[in-house]
């Protein structure tokens, strides 16, 4: 069993920048991020399979965040600039064993999520 752990999430401006850093207990092949804002569905954000490929970021983050892996520390980061009040969510890792996409059910692991709460 992978066990994620979150860290980064905070209040910030618009047009601030947060980084959102996710380390994962053991390998992972896809490592990524959904969010889920207050009274909606979680949706997917990014993310990044261990050959570096994966889908394109979610249209509404595209130019504006940024996810990265350190293969290493078996950590994930997502940098996330230029944020707007629309990008208030708990933020949540996700990583699976396999290549991975968009999907939900495609992630094994989960971690606790992590507030992110820009303000206007």
């Known amino acids: 069993q992978v066990q994620l752990v979150e860290s980064g999430g905070g209040l910030v401006q618009a047009g601030g920048s947060l980084r959102l850093s996710c380390a994962a207990s053991?390998?992972?092949?896809?490592m990524g991020w959904f969010r889920q804002a207050p009274g909606k569905e979680r949706e997917f954000v990014a993310t990044?399979?261990?050959?570096?490929?994966?889908?394109p970021y979610a249209d509404s983050v595209k130019g504006r965040f940024t996810i990265s892996r350190d293969y290493a520390k078996n950590t994930v980061v997502l940098q996330m600039n230029s944020l707007k009040p629309e990008d208030t969510a708990v933020y949540y890792c996700?990583?699976?064993?396999?290549?991975?996409?968009?999907?939900?059910?495609?992630?094994?692991?989960w971690g606790q999520g992590t507030q992110v709460t820009v303000s206007s």
């Open positions: 053991g390998r992972t092949y896809a």
């Open positions: 990044i399979n261990w050959n570096g490929s994966g889908p």
């Open positions: 996700a990583a699976s064993p396999s290549y991975s996409g968009i999907e939900e059910n495609e992630y094994h692991y």
